[in-house]
């Protein structure tokens, strides 16, 4: 079994400053991992997904992510954010089986103020 | 466009009443998943369909059924909504298990 882990429940932040939004994952197994973001009264839309290749993964909306895989970490980054980005974003993994289903973090709301 | 259709967006049933919850996908996606997510909270699984395979999750109250008659679509059922059902109802796809899901916009379900 999977779990995910976000650390941060909330991240203010101002505009056109940098974030991460941290996400570290626990498997005995090889791992999908995938960032999602949610606007109020939405689904959940997907960012990015690391599979396997290179492990910087670069999203929609100008946000990236770098798989450490022995940190077990796979932030996700923006180096200048917008009002817009303000939203949850929610981090989520599987095991690469065929058969298993998404494992979702609790989620990090992020703040964006001018 | 390719997506995921969930109907209707908003319901308001009251206690007890019976509700049905659609979702149908244009994706031709073998997988299709039932969340729940309360306020401020992640999206917890319900139960989903590989191909016509139901699984349901071991903590899903015997109060939600599902659905799939074909590869489109997908039914949530609450026989007996009580107030603590009141949430976000996410339906999702996935070409295959533990791949990438696509959502839907969710159902808001309000009991009164």
């Known amino acids: 079994a999977q779990s995910v882990t976000q650390l941060d429940s909330q991240v203010p932040v101002f505009e056109e400053a940098p974030v991460e939004l941290r996400c570290n994952y626990s498997s005995s197994v090889s791992v999908y991992l995938f960032w999602y973001v949610q606007y109020p009264n939405q689904g959940l839309q997907l960012l990015l997904k690391?599979?396997?290749?290179?492990?910087l993964v670069k999203g929609i909306n100008g946000f990236e992510a770098e798989f450490n895989k022995s940190q077990t970490s796979f932030h996700l980054r923006k180096p200048s954010v917008h009002i817009s980005d303000t939203a949850e974003y929610f981090c989520a993994v599987s095991d690469n089986s065929g058969y298993s289903t998404l494992t979702f973090g609790k989620g990090t709301m992020l703040l964006v103020s001018p | 466009d390719a997506m995921v259709i969930q109907n209707p967006r908003y319901q308001v049933t009251q206690f007890g009443k019976p509700v049905t919850l659609s979702c149908s996908q244009t994706?031709?996606?073998?997988?299709m998943y039932w969340y729940q997510q309360k306020s401020s909270q992640a999206p917890k699984l319900l139960f989903h369909?590989?191909?016509?395979?139901?699984?349901n999750e071991a903590d899903t109250p015997d109060n939600f059924q599902s659905r799939r008659p074909n590869t489109s679509f997908c039914f949530l059922d609450i026989r007996s909504p009580g107030l603590g059902d009141a949430a976000m109802y996410l339906c999702a796809t996935s070409r295959v298990s533990g791949y990438e899901q696509f959502f839907g916009p969710g159902t808001r379900l309000t009991v009164l």
């Open positions: 369909y590989y191909d016509k395979d139901f699984n």
């Open positions: 690391y599979l396997s290749g290179s492990t």
């Open positions: 994706l031709n996606h073998n997988v």
